[in-house]
């Protein structure tokens, strides 16, 4: 099993930056991609950023330009930089690993909030 766990999120103005943290533990041999979705009140979960074993990346249309993702092997953690918040980033975000063979498993989110 691989538990997620995150910090980092908080409440930041428009313009702001905010760095997510996600730190995995149990199986992460098993680990093949990792990534963050987010959710906004009343809309369903979207991908925000993932990241794979080779470090390739992938963005929504979103949030390009604006933030990157990250890991660190060694210490078995993935980052979010959040820069230029904008209010429509407002959501909770949550951490995401998809496994090498089947499944995956979730973070219990941290909620971002951007004021205007």
């Known amino acids: 099993q691989v538990q997620l766990v995150e910090s980092g999120g908080g409440l930041v103005q428009a313009g702001g930056s905010l760095r997510l943290s996600c730190a995995a533990s149990g199986s992460i041999f098993s680990i093949n991609v990792m990534g963050w979705y987010r959710q906004a009140p009343g809309k369903q979960r979207e991908l925000v950023a993932n990241?794979?074993?080779?470090?390739?990346?992938k963005y929504a249309d979103s949030v390009k330009g604006r933030f990157t993702i990250s890991r660190d092997n060694t210490n078995n953690t993935v980052f979010l930089q959040m820069n230029s918040l904008k209010p429509e980033d407002t959501a909770v975000y949550y951490c995401?690993?998809?496994?090498?063979?089947?499944?995956?498993?979730w973070g219990q989110g941290t909620q971002v909030t951007v004021s205007s």
């Open positions: 990241i794979n074993s080779g470090d390739n990346t």
């Open positions: 995401n690993a998809i496994f090498r063979v089947l499944g995956s498993a």
